[in-house]
Each structure stands twice: as structure tokens, then as C-alpha cells.
């Protein structure tokens, strides 16, 4: 097994990644590029070849934590990523390449965002779910798919007057209510160059929904289109717009949009047990699968823990909250380049 590492990816290797039946949008060349141009990550493409054939392929990003550890994750700042390959050999000849490169990189851990266990020995860590289901193309069968007591929050949106908008000039709209939304959670902002960077790398696979409440806009969402599979992956709404189930509304105009589109995936991303998120989504109908992120430890260190979740950061997400919005956003795009 020949391993090569490149610092760009290359035509074959996303046309590998589509026709392997293991991509998923954050290993596209798009996410990766956006994630380049934003935060200026170090960028490490390994490639597997059998007899010249092209057999695997794994990105990896150099990241830094708050606390000063250097890591290669593949992907940062998304929820899939990992190993695309055709067999185990070639998995395993990744691996092996990715514990070398992060030796000489010195770095702590190489971290895998796998969507199943690659079942090659690595440390898992299972602290995240995601969550998936078909959808159709007739709105009244989804609409059937939703718990009843979901789909009266729906009709409760439509009852307050909300109204949605799919439009690509929103996506500074849709930043300013995500920011304030992540900012009454205790989360550090990403970047505004983040959404702009992501909307020019995935062109028409990139869509904005904004949700209006009169003439305001109270709730957005930036998604993800992949082929037949819709992800709705940086979302908000505004607190005073909470009591017309904004959040309902929202995702159920996304999936009717989706569904037109042709969508018959409708991922709702990664959530941890116990969280909000995770509620909202179970209510909806959708079941929990496990993500096990794999890990490879080096030079003695631990797995890495920068959940909220953990009780050494969660001083600093009540301190968060309580700091003004104007700082927050000053702030929060520098932290969020340690969080990847």
C-alpha cells in the first residue's frame, strides 16, 4: 500500500470521496476550502493507492486547542469527516500514516469524525448522536412522519404569522440572529467569514432560510445540500420569538423546501444527549445513531474534552452569556479558531 501525502486535494480524490458510497459533504473539497480560507489551518491530504489504484483517501487538519495542544482532525468545524476508503487495508494503511504524520507534527491526538467504527482498535469516544431519517416528496406524508404535538407547533408558526424567505441575500441576516442565539447558549461565535467563505466554496449547494415574524427577521438557517441530503447546520432564532415555535416552523419550511428540491434525506446533524437540541430533534421523530469519533493518542495524552459539558469549562459559559453581545462577536471569532 503506497501512501502519499499532498497539501492540496486533487479532481480524483472528490470524485473517489462521491463514487466510494462513504462521503459525506464535509469531505468535499468545498467544506475544506472554506475551512482553509477562514481560519488558515494547515491542511494534510493523505492518499492510499493499491497497484496505482486509488483505494483511500483521509483529510486532516492542524488545529490548536485554548490550552495550547496541537491536534490533526479530520473534519474541524464539522460534524462528518474521517477515512473514505474501499477496505480495511487501506484504512488501516491511513491510520498508520496519520499516526506518523502526527508524531512528526507533534502532535497530542489525531481525532476521526467517522459516522460508524472503523473497528481497528482506536479509542472511541461516543459523547454525540446524530440524527437522520428519509423524507418524501408529498408534504402531507412528512407531515405525517411528525409527532402530533410537533405538528401543532407548526400550525402555531403559521397561526403568529410567520413567514419564510430562501434567499442567498439573508446570509448576513441569518449570521446576526445565529450570533445572538449561540451567545445566549455560552458558545463563542464563528467568524462572519465562516458563512461567506461556505455560501462562495458550495455555490448552489449552500441555502439561506430566514424565517420573518412581520416585517423582522427572528430565525435562520444555513444548510447543506449533498447529493439527496439536506443538513441544516448553523440555525438560531431570536429568544422573544420562541413563543411562536419559530424553531418549528423553521425546520418544517426547510424540509418542504427540500423535498421539492428532490431531497429524500433530511439530516438534522450531531446533538449530545441530554441537550436541548437532542430533545427538539426526538420530538420531531427522529431516532438517535451513536457517532463514534475515534481517536489516535500520542505521547501520552488524553482524549481532548472542550464540551460545555464539562464542569472545568463551564464557569467560562456562564461568564459568556453575561458578557454584552458587541463583545461577544468582537471576541468570539479569535476563541472559535481554538475550538476546532
Not at 401543532?152 to 397561526?159: A, D, N, T, V
Not at 450531531?270 to 420530538?283: A, L, P, V
Not at 482524549?303 to 458587541?326: E, F, G, I, M, Q
Request: aromatic share 12%; with cysteine; hydrophobic share 40%.
Amino acid at each position: 500500500m503506497d501512501i502519499t501525502e499532498l497539501r492540496t486535494e486533487t479532481a480524483e480524490w472528490d470524485a473517489f470521496v462521491r463514487a466510494s458510497g462513504e462521503g459525506s459533504p464535509f469531505q468535499l473539497v468545498a467544506w475544506k476550502r472554506a475551512v482553509e480560507r477562514t481560519f488558515g489551518l494547515r491542511a494534510h491530504y493523505l492518499m492510499a493507492r493499491e497497484n496505482g489504484r486509488l483505494v483511500g483517501v483521509l483529510p486532516l487538519f492542524e488545529a490548536h486547542e485554548l490550552f495550547g495542544r496541537r491536534a490533526l482532525i479530520s473534519v474541524p468545524y464539522a460534524v462528518y469527516g474521517g477515512i473514505c476508503a474501499t477496505s480495511d487495508a487501506a484504512r488501516r494503511a491511513l491510520v498508520d500514516a496519520a499516526t506518523v504524520l502526527g508524531r512528526k507534527r507533534r502532535a497530542a491526538y489525531v481525532e476521526l469524525r467517522q459516522r460508524r467504527d472503523l473497528e481497528l482498535g482506536l479509542t472511541v469516544k461516543q459523547r454525540y448522536v446524530s440524527f437522520a431519517r428519509s423524507i418524501s416528496k408529498d408534504e402531507e406524508e412528512n407531515a405525517l412522519a411528525i409527532p402530533r404535538k410537533q405538528r401543532r407547533m407548526i400550525r402555531q408558526g403559521l397561526k403568529y404569522g410567520l413567514r419564510s424567505a430562501a434567499e442567498r441575500r439573508h446570509l448576513d441576516s441569518v449570521y446576526d440572529v445565529y450570533a445572538q442565539s449561540v451567545h445566549n447558549l455560552g458558545s463563542p461565535v464563528f467568524p462572519r467569514r465562516l458563512f461567506h467563505a461556505l455560501a462562495e466554496a458550495f455555490e448552489e449547494d449552500c441555502h439561506v432560510l430566514a424565517v420573518y415574524h412581520d416585517e423582522r427577521i427572528v430565525a435562520g438557517v444555513l444548510s447543506f445540500f449533498y447529493e439527496d441530503q439536506v443538513l441544516p447546520y448553523y440555525g438560531g432564532a431570536m429568544r422573544e420569538a420562541f413563543a411562536y415555535a419559530v424553531n418549528d416552523f423553521m425546520y418544517w419550511e426547510l424540509m418542504c423546501l427540500a423535498a421539492k428540491a428532490g431531497i429524500r434525506i433530511f439530516d438534522f446533524g450531531r446533538s449530545r444527549e441530554g441537550t436541548g437540541s437532542y430533545d427538539f430533534k426526538r420530538h420531531w421523530g427522529f431516532e438517535p445513531v451513536p457517532l463514534p469519533y475515534q481517536y489516535v493518542l500520542l505521547n501520552g495524552h488524553e482524549l481532548p474534552d472542550v464540551s460545555p459539558s464539562n464542569p472545568k469549562l463551564r464557569r467560562a459559559t456562564d461568564l459568556w452569556k453575561r458578557l454584552p453581545l458587541h463583545v461577544t462577536n468582537r471576541l468570539g471569532p479569535m476563541i472559535t479558531r481554538y475550538l476546532p
